[in-house]
């Protein structure tokens, strides 16, 4: 069946980075754009970046415009995130996620992987 | 950005009940509305697209509607397995935006 499995979550102090990847399955991952939203319990539901289905162009939130980078791999089906600069807001939980062929709804959703940025 | 506003934040129903919820969007986003259900512990899931459209596999008392800037999510029977938070999505606009969601738990 169709999944999304996120990796690479985990407790960051401040200066450190963190990659998160998603490893996708049950479908032709080279054919769909991708997309990472967060969840964080004082903003909910935050959409963060899009990345084409060639890897081609991408698109970001302002929030996260200039410190994290989306990227994808699609010999390894793997879609990921490098998460730069981070801040106390950006502990989340972070969900891979795939939108149709045309529209921007979810369907499906990885468990998400949670990040903890800890000073 | 297009704000998307649900209410009530919390809504207390009776199993059996019908629950009634609500999705305001800051502008016109036509038809293009998702729902999306979340249990405690697991990730959202798709419930409604195009704002009245089923997403497979969803049950047949789970409803959509709406147009424009008013939306409505209807779950006609309450089942045990729906208590949970709901929320819509606008997808007509970039940055694609959540509603901060409505919790249905147990009256």
Not at chain 1, 34 to 41: A, C, E, F, G, S
Not at chain 2, 65 to 85: P, Y
Request: charged share 15%; glycine share 10%.
């Amino acid at each position: 069946q169709e999944q999304l499995v996120e990796s690479g979550g985990g407790v960051v102090q401040p200066g450190r980075s963190l990659r998160l990847s998603c490893a996708a399955s049950g479908f032709r991952f080279s054919d769909y754009a991708m997309h990472w939203v967060r969840q964080t319990p004082g903003k909910g539901l935050e959409w963060l970046a899009v990345i084409s289905y060639d890897g081609g162009n991408q698109h970001y939130a302002d929030s996260v415009k200039g410190r994290f980078t989306i990227s994808r791999d699609n010999a390894r089906n793997t879609l990921s995130l490098q998460l730069n600069s981070l801040r106390a807001e950006d502990t989340a939980v972070y969900y891979c996620v795939r939108p149709t062929l045309v529209y921007n709804w979810f369907d499906p959703w990885g468990q998400g992987t949670l990040v903890i940025f800890s000073s | 950005d297009i704000v998307m506003t649900q209410s009530p934040a919390t809504l207390s129903v009776s199993p059996g009940e019908r629950a009634t919820l609500s999705c305001r969007a800051s502008q016109s986003i036509r038809s293009n509305l998702a729902w999306y259900q979340q249990k405690p512990g697991q990730a959202p899931r798709l419930l409604i697209y195009g704002a009245s459209t089923g997403a497979t596999g969803i049950p047949a008392r789970f409803s959509g509607s709406g147009s424009g800037t008013e939306f409505t999510l209807t779950i006609s029977s309450l089942q045990s397995e729906d208590f949970a938070v709901y929320y819509c999505q606008q997808y007509k606009d970039w940055p694609l935006t959540f509603g901060g969601g409505t919790k249905v738990d147990i009256k």
